[in-house]
């Protein structure tokens, strides 16, 4: 299993060198359900936002669209970062790219909005969930949301050659704790480029603090 920073690093890399974003199974054309959960929280175009293993995403593209001017995408593949600010052009410069792994990133600011879709699916030992919510709660502004998207309890049990964890609405919820209020819970089948459907489970809440 790869757990080491650099070796996820490697693994990624890997992966999103091999294919074109387009054809990777996470491959979404519009974040659909992410989208919807910002506007079900109130999310406004002001706050600050951090897309966590964000990738090659196209949530970036569509919060510009949306007018937000405080947006960072994060993710471990310095490769998967360089094709969506390829993907963006110009708009680039709007979006501040951090290379980092969110188990030991260490924020340097504070954010109004965390959006996760598919990376705490991936930390399957307790130690790693407990690393992931330090960072979390490190990073979030008072009263911040938070919007996480796993693969739901009949998804897929590996994804990418790695092992994933499985939640439904109440086990993810479980996992934020009570410093949370969970305002949204949605079920999404992701149909993938190959036509596979992939089952995900969405949370959306706020923190108390």
């Keep these: 299993m790869v757990v080491d920073a650099t070796d996820l690093a490697v693994h990624w ?9 387009s054809m990777l199974s996470w491959y979404q054309e519009s974040p659909a359900a992410s989208l919807a ?3 079900a929280l109130g999310v406004r175009p002001d706050q600050a936002v951090v897309d966590v293993g964000g990738g090659a995403s196209t949530l970036a593209d569509s919060l510009i669209r ?17 094709q969506a600010r390829q993907r963006l ?8 790219w951090l290379r980092e792994h969110v188990l030991v990133w260490r924020p340097q600011r504070r954010y109004d909005v965390w959006h996760d879709r598919a990376v705490f699916h991936f930390l399957v030992e307790e130690s790693q969930r407990e690393a992931y919510l330090a960072t979390l709660h490190a990073a979030l502004a008072p009263h911040a949301s938070v919007v996480i998207g796993t693969f739901a309890a009949d998804g897929p049990e590996q994804c990418s050659g790695l092992p994933v ?11 934020l704790g009570t410093d949370f209020d969970v305002l949204q819970r949605r079920h999404e089948e992701h ?13 959306a809440a706020t923190s108390r603090t």
């Design 89 to 96: 052009g110009n708009n680039a410069a709007l979006v501040s």
């Design 191 to 203: 149909v993938t480029p190959a036509g596979v459907i992939q089952p995900f489970t969405w949370i």
């Design 13 to 21: 890399d890997r992966l999103y060198s091999q294919q074109r974003p």
């Design 165 to 175: 964890a499985r939640y439904d609405p109440e086990g993810l919820a479980g996992v």
């Design 66 to 82: 949306r007018g937000f001017g405080d947006l960072s995408v994060l993710d471990v593949s310095q490769t998967a970062l360089d």
């Design 37 to 39: 959960l910002f506007d």
